[in-house]
């Protein structure tokens, strides 16, 4: 059934200073179905994915995930944690990577604190950084690694966990053209 928005609203603060970031969103994604969201900036885009995914709280309406409703005027999943570990992938405009991790171990954090075995992690590792084109650089550190390279690990790093929706704010803003090229059409 993939996503449903129904009434979507988010207002900052309160009174004579209150800001609406989302108005009234309705929207309707299918399973498989690729959307891009295109506005000026501070016109909601990065609100509304913070919001699909359970990161911040909105102000009113309602939103399901296949058939769970996750929020009706409220969250109605008790643990939203497990709800993005599992469910829900997120690319972030900033790379959110550990710096004292090589990109093996970045790409693998999300499955060692998952509890994934050993021998689960390094197949999955090596695949999923093969797939995003990054094979010759394990063993490098974020600082070592162009702003491109860098959104391609935290790319990977979510793509590991084969989410069922996956979120990308600005996903291809760091990558060189020929780089972004490839991404698109994988």
């Given at each position: 059934?993939?996503?449903?928005?129904?009434?979507?609203?988010?207002?900052?603060?309160?009174?004579?200073?209150?800001?609406?970031?989302?108005?009234?969103?309705?929207?309707?994604?299918?399973?498989?179905?690729?959307?891009?969201?295109?506005?000026?900036?501070?016109?909601?885009?990065?609100?509304?994915?913070?919001?699909?995914?359970?990161?911040?709280?909105?102000?009113?309406?309602?939103?399901?995930?296949?058939?769970?409703?996750?929020?009706?005027?409220?969250?109605?999943?008790?643990?939203?944690?497990?709800?993005?570990?599992?469910?829900?992938?997120?690319?972030?405009?900033?790379?959110?990577?550990?710096?004292?991790?090589?990109?093996?171990?970045?790409?693998?954090f999300p499955l060692?604190?998952?509890g994934k075995s050993?021998?689960?992690?390094?197949?999955?590792?090596?695949?999923?950084?093969?797939?995003?084109?990054?094979?010759?650089?394990?063993?490098?550190?974020?600082?070592?690694?162009?702003?491109?390279?860098?959104?391609?690990?935290?790319?990977?790093?979510?793509?590991?966990?084969?989410?069922?929706?996956?979120?990308?704010?600005?996903?291809?803003?760091?990558?060189?053209?020929?780089?972004?090229?490839?991404?698109?059409?994988?």
């Amino acid at each position: 059934r993939g996503i449903r928005i129904e009434g979507l609203k988010k207002r900052y603060g309160e009174g004579d200073t209150a800001v609406d970031a989302l108005k009234h969103v309705d929207m309707t994604v299918a399973p498989g179905e690729v959307v891009g969201l295109i506005g000026p900036s501070g016109s909601g885009k990065s609100t509304l994915l913070k919001c699909l995914g359970a990161i911040i709280e909105p102000t009113a309406g309602r939103m399901t995930l296949g058939e769970d409703v996750i929020y009706d005027d409220g969250w109605k999943i008790p643990d939203l944690r497990a709800l993005r570990r599992d469910r829900i992938g997120f690319v972030f405009q900033a790379f959110h990577l550990l710096p004292h991790l090589t990109v093996a171990q970045n790409v693998a954090f999300p499955l060692r604190m998952a509890g994934k075995s050993d021998h689960e992690v390094r197949a999955k590792v090596r695949e999923t950084i093969a797939q995003v084109k990054l094979d010759k650089l394990e063993q490098r550190f974020p600082h070592e690694l162009s702003g491109g390279m860098r959104k391609r690990v935290s790319l990977a790093q979510t793509l590991i966990l084969d989410p069922k929706l996956l979120l990308m704010d600005e996903p291809f803003s760091a990558l060189d053209v020929q780089t972004r090229s490839l991404m698109e059409n994988e």
